[in-house]
């Protein structure tokens, strides 16, 4: 992808992220990006890529905490996370997953623990590159501990939402606008490294309930922050989509899929595990089902070329 002059590049930069600022802060635009039906096209992942050397990244969402088996202790990383379960699938030929619990942007250029950066492994002759990143970007797990704190405040009412939204500038919108240039950099450099890939940007899923009707004390949110945060999860997703177009890299999503499955439903049917979990997987993460209805994304974007 070409940027013309440093100059130029910069500008453009500043432009995206006016973008991102402005579709934020649209609901339509935020609705349309997470349509379910949407997520059930194309394939069924029976494709093959032999000879096809495949890289995963990203953060706890896709290195899959806690699930059996935990192959790489520093970074909480299962076998059974949906890069392993869909390198399995598509019989690749080779398959580096360094994503690791905790991970930001920032882990793509820097080691983590043991874990060295995320981007080094990405080769001129990798063809297929996934990345999951942002979320920590944003502060999830710090949001989550804020609103959990502030719920005894009003239950019925949104005391998140009001704590962040105290400057009058909502701050859970501008830290994704403020992620998207960061998201983008990433991008830029697995082009540089490995200019024929493939790459998929693979969204979150759905954490909340998508009605907005909230489970508490199951999930210890005031019930109006409910939908708050549901649809901050969504405005993250429209800016990764976003994100990926500039980029020209595929969207994975995998908020659509998930739809019905969050961790308030009951155990027998989330996918999505709750502050407490039931099934072996970290709090507010997926849980083996989850990471295999994100693989199941994964492997119908790759069905389609376009």
């Given at each position: 992808?070409?940027?013309g002059?440093?100059?130029?590049?910069?500008a453009?930069r500043?432009?995206?992220?006016?973008?991102v600022?402005?579709?934020l802060?649209?609901c339509?635009?935020?609705?349309?990006s997470?349509?379910?039906a949407a997520?059930?096209?194309?394939?069924?992942?029976?494709?093959?890529?032999?000879?096809?050397?495949y890289?995963a990244l990203?953060?706890?969402?896709?290195?899959?905490p806690v699930?059996?088996?935990?192959?790489?202790?520093n970074?909480?990383?299962s076998?059974?996370?949906y890069?392993?379960l869909?390198?399995?699938a598509?019989?690749?030929?080779?398959?580096?997953d360094?994503s690791?619990?905790?991970?930001t942007t920032?882990?793509?250029?820097?080691?983590?623990?043991t874990?060295?950066?995320?981007?080094d492994a990405?080769?001129?002759?990798?063809d297929?590159?996934?990345l999951?990143?942002?979320?920590?970007?944003?502060?999830?797990?710090?949001?989550?501990?804020t609103?959990?704190?502030?719920?005894s405040r009003d239950?019925?009412?949104?005391p998140c939402?009001?704590?962040y939204?105290?400057?009058?500038?909502?701050?859970?919108?501008?830290?994704i606008?403020?992620t998207a240039p960061?998201?983008?950099?990433?991008?830029?450099a697995?082009?540089?490294r490995?200019?024929?890939?493939?790459?998929?940007?693979?969204g979150y899923?759905d954490?909340?309930p998508?009605d907005?009707i909230?489970?508490?004390p199951?999930?210890?949110?005031a019930?109006?922050?409910?939908?708050?945060l549901?649809?901050?999860?969504k405005r993250?997703?429209l800016?990764l989509?976003m994100?990926?177009?500039w980029n020209g890299?595929?969207?994975?999503d995998?908020y659509g899929?998930?739809?019905?499955?969050?961790m308030?439903?009951a155990?027998a049917?989330?996918w999505?595990?709750?502050?407490?979990?039931t099934s072996?997987a970290a709090p507010?993460h997926p849980n083996?089902?989850?990471?295999?209805?994100?693989?199941q994304?994964v492997?119908?974007?790759?069905?389609r070329?376009?």
């Amino acid at each position: 992808m070409a940027y013309g002059t440093p100059s130029d590049g910069s500008a453009r930069r500043h432009r995206r992220k006016a973008t991102v600022a402005a579709a934020l802060g649209g609901c339509a635009l935020v609705a349309a990006s997470t349509t379910p039906a949407a997520a059930h096209g194309g394939g069924h992942g029976s494709g093959h890529d032999r000879g096809t050397r495949y890289v995963a990244l990203g953060d706890s969402y896709t290195s899959g905490p806690v699930i059996p088996t935990q192959v790489d202790a520093n970074c909480a990383r299962s076998d059974h996370n949906y890069p392993s379960l869909a390198a399995a699938a598509r019989h690749v030929s080779a398959f580096k997953d360094v994503s690791c619990s905790g991970a930001t942007t920032v882990e793509m250029w820097k080691a983590q623990g043991t874990n060295g950066p995320q981007l080094d492994a990405v080769q001129r002759d990798t063809d297929l590159v996934t990345l999951q990143i942002g979320g920590n970007d944003v502060g999830f797990s710090s949001i989550i501990g804020t609103c959990v704190a502030l719920s005894s405040r009003d239950l019925a009412g949104n005391p998140c939402q009001q704590y962040y939204n105290a400057s009058g500038t909502d701050q859970l919108t501008l830290a994704i606008a403020q992620t998207a240039p960061k998201v983008d950099k990433v991008l830029r450099a697995i082009h540089a490294r490995a200019p024929h890939a493939r790459v998929l940007v693979v969204g979150y899923p759905d954490l909340l309930p998508d009605d907005g009707i909230g489970c508490y004390p199951t999930v210890p949110f005031a019930a109006k922050d409910f939908p708050y945060l549901r649809d901050t999860g969504k405005r993250l997703n429209l800016m990764l989509r976003m994100v990926a177009a500039w980029n020209g890299a595929r969207y994975v999503d995998t908020y659509g899929p998930t739809v019905g499955h969050d961790m308030c439903k009951a155990p027998a049917d989330r996918w999505i595990e709750p502050l407490q979990p039931t099934s072996p997987a970290a709090p507010a993460h997926p849980n083996a089902k989850g990471e295999a209805a994100m693989a199941q994304a994964v492997l119908n974007r790759l069905e389609r070329r376009h």
